[in-house]
């Protein structure tokens, strides 16, 4: 089955950045779109952004401008560059195809607090 490893979480402070990653086994990579999900405490996970297998790639609206979803297909991982980092943004993130598939990772954790 796929297998899905996210890193790159951590605490910050409000307006700095973190850049996450996620390594994918087991699944044709190059062969699918792929997304970044985020799941905030009490919240149902939703999608952060997607990127195509040509590259095309789109944000929910409140991490636009702040969040670049990027692809390294030879290298098989997805990464999500976040700059301007919000307590909202608070959140387990985890990476999957877009729609998404039924295997998940473990997710990587993002706090952002003052």
């Known amino acids: 089955q796929v297998q899905l490893v996210e890193s790159g979480g951590g605490m910050v402070l409000p307006g700095e950045s973190l850049r996450l990653s996620c390594a994918a086994s087991?699944?044709?990579?190059?062969?699918?779109?792929w997304a970044w999900y985020r799941q905030a405490p009490g919240k149902q996970r939703e999608v952060v952004a997607t990127?195509?297998?040509?590259?095309?790639?789109n944000y929910e609206n409140s991490v636009k401008g702040r969040f670049t979803v990027s692809r390294d297909n030879a290298k098989r991982a997805v990464h999500l560059q976040m700059i301007n980092l919000k307590p909202e943004d608070t959140a387990i993130y985890y990476c999957n195809t877009f729609p998404q598939g039924p295997n998940w990772g473990r997710g990587t954790h993002v706090t952002v607090s003052s």
């Open positions: 087991r699944v044709m990579f190059s062969k699918n779109d």
């Open positions: 990127i195509t297998t040509t590259g095309t790639t």
